[in-house]
């Protein structure tokens, strides 16, 4: 398989994904801030700080409206991690493997793309941003949906669903930590409903909120921050992400289990060791912000040793914004 076809797969899915995300993500503030009565630069500065994208939206926007943000996230072309610039990238990455894909799938990333493009130049999108979210995650699901039925499950497939894995991975670990950031210091709010309904927006900007009170119940902190990170059985968990990610690149390489072929892998391996063999008290014990920023290292590094090992002979690696974990 040609590397640049791989190259190009992977970072198309993590696109993709990402887009997702941020919709996910604003959508669920749009309703928790009609319930708080913080003020609206506290409500909406976290969503810039889960990009990773703080000092550049500061310099352009000043203050974290709800307007301001959404335009930022969602239609900003100098913003790389837009939903915009993301599903335009996402796109170009399809184009340049049009031929490996099917035409479903390049359709729907297409269209995509127009949707955006198109509503980024009306009006009155922020009034009722509700629709634009919804399509949003309800196109990329049905992305990912036509890639599980319509292409061959062979190499250029795992690359994606690596990529798929991995930002996820990433996403949800930046989504658990500025979040309990911002959690942590609300004592003042423990016991009230006012706390709970916090948590629960946590869970559900990772489309968590169902199956976690399926597992657990009522909600607890350590729970959720478990459900989260530990979790085996549920897609978006940080562990599941890696253990797919790992039997992506066991079945791309050929490996067998207990054994490594490159860097990539071993990287990959003892990170998921590591999360596979931690206890949420053991966790917190480190303090959660230390744990998750290690992580959030550990995973950009593991696309360095990607990029090296199967990506490499493409061309030059363009620079990157790594605070975001993602390519530029």
Same mark, same amino acid.
């Given at each position: 398989?040609?590397?640049?076809?791989?190259?190009?797969?992977?970072?198309?899915?993590?696109?993709?994904?990402?887009?997702?995300?941020?919709?996910r993500s604003m959508e669920v503030n749009n309703y928790l801030s009609?319930?708080?009565?913080d003020s609206e630069e506290d409500q909406w500065q976290p969503l810039v700080d889960i990009s990773g994208s703080g000092g550049a939206f500061r310099a352009t926007y000043q203050t974290a409206t709800k307007d301001n943000v959404i335009q930022y996230l969602a239609f900003d072309r100098s913003n790389p991690n837009s939903i915009l610039s993301c599903l335009q990238m996402g796109r170009e990455n399809a184009r340049a493997v049009r031929s490996v /894909?099917?035409? $479903?799938?390049?359709?729907q990333i297409n269209r995509m793309y127009l949707f955006v493009s198109q509503l980024s130049r009306q009006t009155g999108v922020f009034d009722d941003p509700h629709e634009f979210f919804t399509r949003l995650k309800l196109g990329s699901q049905l992305f990912v949906g036509i890639s599980e039925v319509a292409m061959t499950h062979d190499e250029a497939w795992q690359f994606g669903r690596l990529g798929q894995a991995l930002e996820r991975a990433d996403q949800t670990t930046r989504l658990l930590d500025v979040k309990h950031f911002l959690l942590l210091p609300s004592t003042d709010r423990v016991g009230l409903a006012i706390n709970d309904i916090l948590w629960a927006a946590l869970l559900r900007s990772a489309s968590a909120f169902?199956?976690?009170?399926?597992?657990?119940?009522?909600?607890?902190?350590?729970?959720?921050?478990?459900? /989260?990170?530990? $979790?085996?059985?549920?897609?978006?968990a940080a562990l599941y992400c890696l253990n797919r990610a790992e039997s992506c690149l066991r079945s791309i390489t050929g490996t067998a289990e207990g054994y490594f072929r490159d860097g990539a892998m071993q990287r990959l391996?003892?990170?998921?060791?590591?999360?596979?063999?931690?206890?949420v008290q053991e966790i917190m014990q480190e303090g959660l912000h230390t744990y998750l920023d290690g992580m959030q290292s550990q995973l950009n590094q593991l696309d360095d040793d990607l990029y090296h090992t199967y990506f490499a002979p493409v061309q030059a690696k363009p620079a990157e914004d790594r605070s975001?974990?993602?390519?530029?």
């Open positions: 398989m040609l590397s640049r076809v791989a190259h190009s797969i992977y970072w198309m899915s993590r696109y993709i994904e990402r887009a997702e995300n941020v919709a009609l319930d708080l009565v /894909l099917p035409s $479903e799938m390049w359709e169902e199956m976690y009170r399926r597992k657990y119940g009522e909600i607890h902190p350590e729970r959720i921050i478990a459900f /989260l990170l530990l $979790e085996q059985t549920f897609p978006r391996g003892k990170l998921r060791s590591r999360l596979a063999y931690s206890s975001a974990g993602g390519q530029a």
